[in-house]
């Protein structure tokens, strides 16, 4: 419509920008916005805007199209549903806690405290949340005068497709001066910032200090049914608003939603945090953008965009980021093009699921382990839904640092998911200022609690195995029951003893033709690179290096002796062909940077290899 009221030559005369420019522009102080394609320049109009100039200043970056001709319905719908949601707490919630937090309940309810302390601001947020939410927003049919004064603020057009220089290795993986230069063209959904208003917000832990607050952001015109943006770990967005008059962008983990409806982020409400303070100051209907989703290892990755050149196999083309060119948004989407997984799920497993996952986590490092319990959870009840069976292999094991126990996010919630997790999740506190009586594990996270932590786990470290061996991984025919049930626990799951309580005793159940060893009482050995080592004999660095469980029939299978384990192969599946398999596992660490570089080195001082490692600086 816009475009009748510019003359044909302008229209071709004009200058292009891209998404990324227009952010860039944006974010160093421009008044763009994108209408019909056209790019905008709003810096002299939005005071005298008859609808008034905080409505356009909420929209500088953003495609305003609809928002101009209001073609979207004016209603805000906060789309999460809570029922399936497994992160949003439910009414039911479990009092039968066993571990460490159970005692502690009261100090973990961040809800409470903050009703009791409700200021006059606060109480007109819970009225506004109550009431006014979906409030229809103050749009309006722009008139024939309004589409000409658009008309001459008109600066350029927008290139919804970006062409992006890639190098691209030859087939034959020959030298560098054989490099050749090419254009791939990258959808820039992601790229463009969308409108969002806060439609709820809540404390999910119990600090005065450093509260954390949970805050739900629906989009301003959803459009149709079409779920996109959905969230796999790994995961996170951008989020951009005006504080101070000048914009400013943060990165976020979004737990549950998706963009194209409506998002949960939980955000550390620091003392002097520029972006975390403003947030939280605002009433519900606030209005913010996002853009998103990016790879959180594809983010580290891009800087390194120099040393990404390698040898390709003939049989395969690599793309690779420029050399030149460094961290931009668009190497994010390259990233995240080879495929549909993140970098945190297991790209070798068809359903990106881990077998053996140990999550070591400090503070609102919790983020990303959250995506992946709700994510490997989401997939086994999907697998049971589609087999009718409970194929339950994948265990998570998380050790949660805090200062205190206010400190700790959602420990009520992880309770819940941890008791209803039918052993698949085990979950582990670890307080540096602990209250009296507490009694799970004491201080900062450091080798000497990682390796507390490892041997309460009871459980064989399942490494990465190497490169050559993945081929075999398709089929993951085993079910993996490392637990401590007692003798009689049987091959279907049953919820577990609390885990800080081993047993003494020992289970292995295997299946008739996979008993080569079975009945012979071997100690702990673990089978390193070809070699069947006793537990006993390892020291640290041998104890961990890329060890496997491989339960082929044609080598040994390797149990526990020393304390209660069972490994538990499907009857089925096992007599099949096909029964065989290794499990993957891995270690991911999130946490404060101090934090992060301790378990760092103390998990290469325990010998694990950068390989078993995903540390998510
Ligand atoms: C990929 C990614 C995902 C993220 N996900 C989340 C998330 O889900 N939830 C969340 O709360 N944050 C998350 N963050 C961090 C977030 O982007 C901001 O850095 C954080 O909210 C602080 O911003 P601010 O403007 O409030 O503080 P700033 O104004 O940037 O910092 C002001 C002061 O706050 C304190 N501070 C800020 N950040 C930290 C920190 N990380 N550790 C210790 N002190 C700090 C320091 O004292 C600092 O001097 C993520 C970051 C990345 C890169
Ligand atoms: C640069 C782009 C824009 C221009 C040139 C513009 C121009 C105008 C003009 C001239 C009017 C007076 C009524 C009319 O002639 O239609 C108006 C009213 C209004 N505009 Fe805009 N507008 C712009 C963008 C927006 C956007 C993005 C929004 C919403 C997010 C918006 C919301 C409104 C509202 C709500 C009114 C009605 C005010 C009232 O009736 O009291 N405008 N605008």
Request: proline fraction near 5%.
């Amino acid at each position: 419509m816009l475009h009748a009221h510019i003359k044909f030559e302008d229209y071709i005369n004009l200058s292009e920008f891209t998404w990324d420019e227009i952010n860039e522009r944006v974010q160093r102080g421009a008044y763009l916005v994108v209408c019909d394609g056209l790019v905008v320049d709003m810096r002299d109009f939005y005071s005298v805007h008859p609808g008034g100039g905080q409505i356009l200043l909420n929209v500088i970056g953003t495609d305003i199209t609809n928002d101009f001709y209001k073609s979207h319905s004016d209603k805000i719908i906060e789309d999460i549903d809570c029922s399936k949601s497994l992160l949003i707490p439910k009414d039911t919630t479990s009092q039968n806690y066993s571990s460490v937090l159970a005692k502690h309940m009261e100090h973990l309810r961040g809800g409470q405290i903050f009703q009791k302390r409700m200021s006059v601001a606060k109480f007109i947020d819970y009225i506004n949340v109550r009431y006014y939410s979906r409030e229809p927003l103050a749009q309006h049919v722009h008139s024939r005068f309004a589409i000409q004064k658009m008309a001459t603020m008109v600066i350029g057009k927008v290139n919804e497709k970006v062409c992006e220089r890639c190098l691209v290795i030859p087939e034959d993986g020959s030298a560098c001066q054989n490099i050749e230069r090419k254009s791939v063209e990258i959808d820039t959904k992601s790229i463009k910032f969308h409108r969002y208003k806060l439609t709820s917000k809540k404390m999910v832990n119990a600090s005065v200090k450093y509260p954390v607050m949970s805050f739900t952001f629906s989009k301003i015109h959803q459009d149709g049914k079409v779920y996109t943006g959905k969230f796999l770990p790994g995961h996170y967005i951008e989020v951009q608003s005006r504080v101070n008059n000048q914009i400013v962008i943060r990165s976020y983990t979004p737990l549950e939603g998706c963009l194209s409806k409506s998002f949960i982020i939980y955000v550390k409400i620091y003392p002097r945090g520029l972006f975390s303070q403003h947030l939280n100051e605002q009433l519900i209907g606030y209005e913010i953008q996002a853009r998103g989703p990016f790879d959180v290892c594809n983010r580290n990755r891009s800087y390194l965009a120099s040393t990404m050149i390698e040898p390709l196999s003939p049989a395969q083309k690599k793309i690779i980021c420029s050399p030149t060119k460094l961290y931009t948004p668009y190497s994010r989407l390259i990233g995240a093009l080879t495929t549909a997984k993140t970098s945190l799920l297991n790209t070798d497993s068809p359903d990106g699921c881990w077998d053996e996952l140990y999550m070591i986590a400090g503070g609102t490092g919790i983020t990303p382990m959250l995506q992946l319990i709700k994510y490997h959870l989401e997939q086994s009840m999907k697998q049971k839904n589609d087999n009718d069976k409970y194929v339950s292999y994948k265990r998570m094991h998380l050790i949660f640092g805090n200062c205190n126990i206010e400190d700790v996010i959602n420990g009520e919630l992880l309770e819940d998911i941890a008791l209803s997790s039918r052993g698949q999740l085990t979950v582990t506190y670890c307080l540096s200022e602990p209250p009296p009586d507490w009694g799970g594990l004491r201080g900062r996270i450091n080798k000497q609690i990682i390796k507390e932590w490892m041997n309460l786990m009871q459980s064989t470290l399942l490494l990465t195995p190497s490169k050559s061996q993945m081929n075999v991984l398709q089929s993951h025919s085993i079910r993996h029951n490392i637990n401590m049930q007692s003798q009689n626990s049987s091959p279907t799951l049953e919820p577990l003893l609390p885990f800080m309580q081993p047993q003494s005793e020992e289970t292995l159940k295997i299946s008739p033709n996979l008993q080569c060893m079975s009945e012979t009482k071997l100690p702990l050995s673990i089978e390193s690179k070809g070699f069947i080592i006793q537990s006993e004999q390892l020291d640290d660095i041998q104890k961990y290096e890329d060890c496997i469980i491989d339960v082929r029939p044609n080598l040994k299978p390797v149990f526990s002796s020393k304390k209660s384990r069972s490994l538990a192969i499907d009857t089925d599946l096992a007599n099949s062909e096909e029964s065989y398999g290794l499990l993957q596992g891995k270690i991911i660490v999130s946490g404060p940077s101090d934090m992060l570089s301790t378990v760092e080195q103390a998990l290469f001082e325990m010998g694990f290899k950068e390989q078993n490692l995903i540390i998510l600086h």
